[in-house]
C-alpha cells in the first residue's frame, strides 16, 4: 500500500534555529514526493518534490529535503527558521496504481516558530 | 497566472438548499480535483477529472455532483447536504505528463468555507 506517515503533530523551533520536520514513505515502486504548506484558511501551497535525480531537494522560501531510499524518509528543512514559516506542513506521495492522479497526504505537522 | 480560483470564499446554506462551488485555472491543466479538508485533518480526495472526463470518484455521496464544462472550469454541485459536510473544500489542478506518471504538482485554490445549517 502507498503511504506516508509524519510522527510529529507539532514541531517547536526557535527563529534562527534549523528546522526538520520528518516525513517516511512507503510505496510500491519509484516514489514521487512532494511536501506542501498550509497557511490557516488558504490552501496547500507546493513547496518541493523529488521525483528523481538528486537526493537534496531545494525548493520554495529556502526549504529543502533530503530523499533517502534506505530510510524510506524525505524529511524538510530549512537552515534558519523565521516566525513567518509557522503554518502547517504535509507530506504526500502519488498514487501510481491509480495513474498517479491520486496524491495521499501525511496527517500533517503543525510547526510553530517562536520570536 | 499560476492561480486556481474558488468561489465563493465562504458559503452557508440550509440541508434543503441548493448550491454551486466553482473553480477557475488557466495554467492549461488538463487535470482537476476536488477535496474537502476538515479542521487540522489533511485534504481528503473526492473526485478527478482528466481531460475533461471523471477518472476518480472516491465513492463521493451522490449530494455532491462534480461538473467539468471545459478545460478551465470544475463546478461542484451540492444539494440536500448535511451538517457533517461542513469543511473547507479545495480545488487544485496539476499538468498531465504522458510517461511520468503524474510526477507533478499540484496547485490549490485558497477553497471554500462551507457551513450547513
Known amino acids: 500500500a502507498q503511504s506516508v506517515a509524519q510522527p510529529e503533530d507539532q514541531v517547536n523551533v526557535a527563529e534562527g534555529n534549523p528546522l526538520t520536520v520528518k516525513c517516511t514513505y512507503s510505496?510500491?515502486?519509484?516514489?514521487?514526493l512532494f511536501w506542501y504548506v498550509q497557511y490557516p484558511n488558504r490552501g496547500l501551497q507546493f513547496l518541493l518534490k523529488?521525483?528523481?535525480?538528486?537526493?537534496l531537494v531545494k525548493g520554495s522560501y529556502g526549504f529543502e529535503a533530503e530523499f533517502n531510499k534506505s530510510q524510506t524518509s524525505f524529511h524538510l528543512k530549512k537552515p534558519s527558521a523565521l516566525v513567518s514559516d509557522s503554518a502547517l506542513y504535509f507530506c504526500?506521495?502519488?498514487?501510481?496504481?491509480?495513474?498517479?492522479?491520486?496524491?495521499?497526504f501525511g496527517a500533517g505537522t503543525r510547526l510553530f516558530v517562536k520570536a | 497566472d499560476t492561480e486556481v480560483t474558488q468561489t465563493p470564499k465562504h458559503l452557508v446554506m440550509g440541508m434543503t438548499n441548493k448550491k454551486s462551488l466553482k473553480c477557475e485555472q488557466h495554467?492549461?491543466?488538463?487535470?482537476m480535483y476536488w477535496y474537502k479538508q476538515k479542521a487540522k485533518k489533511p485534504p481528503e480526495l473526492m473526485f478527478v477529472?482528466?481531460?475533461?472526463?471523471?477518472?476518480i470518484n472516491e465513492s463521493v455521496p451522490s449530494r455532491f455532483s462534480p461538473e467539468c464544462p471545459n478545460s478551465s472550469l470544475l463546478n461542484l454541485h451540492l444539494h440536500a447536504l448535511q451538517p457533517e459536510d461542513s469543511a473547507l473544500y479545495l480545488c487544485?489542478?496539476?499538468?498531465?505528463?504522458?510517461?511520468?506518471?503524474?510526477?507533478?504538482?499540484?496547485?490549490f485554490g485558497q477553497g471554500t468555507r462551507l457551513t450547513v445549517v
Open positions: 487544485a489542478s496539476s499538468r498531465i505528463v504522458p510517461g511520468q506518471g503524474q510526477g507533478t504538482e499540484a496547485f
Open positions: 523529488y521525483i528523481t535525480g538528486d537526493n
Open positions: 510505496v510500491s515502486g519509484n516514489p514521487y
Open positions: 477529472y482528466s481531460y475533461e472526463k471523471l477518472s
Open positions: 495554467m492549461g491543466h488538463r487535470a
Open positions: 504526500a506521495v502519488r498514487d501510481m496504481r491509480t495513474g498517479g492522479f491520486k496524491t495521499i
